[in-house]
């Protein structure tokens, strides 16, 4: 080692200092081969996972403020739901609420001439059923009884209102026999809606149902 330092004391003083920038230069290049450009990558490499886990935190704080939303979503539907289910009765309930709707126009005085269920009409989860109604008394009575049918919890439609004739007793006012048609509704079951399905698919391929 002091013979190698001698003999570099003894060179020219150009070649000395030829000899420093050339070590220095070594000496940099080793350090950005084995020291610098390892660390560059290594800090990249967490960057690029701090990236990601900043991502991933996002995405879950978006989730997380979702699902609040999902949830009061979800309970606004099952809550319309319920207030669907409890204005549509099911097929159980129906000879109830037509026997409801009779005694209805029965306590408004009328006199129920006629109260006549005609066949259901089938949509896709649901029934309608409509009651033909020819009821005899006033004009008061008849509306009386018409807004008692309009405030049921359940819901019931009346159209193809008519006057069929009218006579007028001795003391007592203008009595009318009036139609019309009353339409309620009801859910269909499980086994009826598959059955719809089934009549829908057979029809599609041009069989009978």
Do not use: H
């Not at 390892?38 to 997380?64: C, H, M, N, T, W």
Request: proline share 4%.
């Amino acid at each position: 080692m002091n013979e190698l330092l001698e003999r570099i004391f003894e060179l020219p003083p150009r070649q000395r200092v030829l000899l420093l920038v050339g070590g220095l230069a070594a000496l940099f290049l080793a350090f950005v081969y084995f020291i610098y450009w390892p660390g560059s990558a290594a800090i990249a490499q967490k960057e690029q996972k701090r990236d990601a886990l900043r991502q991933e935190r996002d995405r879950k704080a978006g989730l997380v403020a979702n699902l609040d939303r999902a949830r009061a979503e979800v309970a606004k539907l099952n809550g319309d739901l319920g207030s669907a289910i409890a204005q549509l009765p099911d097929t159980k309930e129906i000879p109830d609420l037509l026997s409801n709707i009779s005694s209805l126009g029965r306590e408004s005085g009328l006199d129920i001439i006629q109260f006549k269920q005609r066949p259901e009409q089938f949509e896709d989860f649901y029934a309608a059923v409509p009651v033909d109604i020819l009821v005899r008394g006033t004009y008061n009575q008849v509306t009386t009884f018409f807004d008692k049918v309009s405030r049921m919890a359940r819901i019931v439609n009346v159209t193809n209102v008519g006057i069929k004739n009218m006579a007028q007793p001795q003391n007592e006012g203008v009595i009318l026999d009036t139609s019309c048609a009353a339409v309620t509704f009801r859910f269909l079951d499980e086994a009826e809606r598959a059955e719809r399905e089934r009549i829908a698919k057979q029809k599609e391929k041009g069989g009978k149902p």
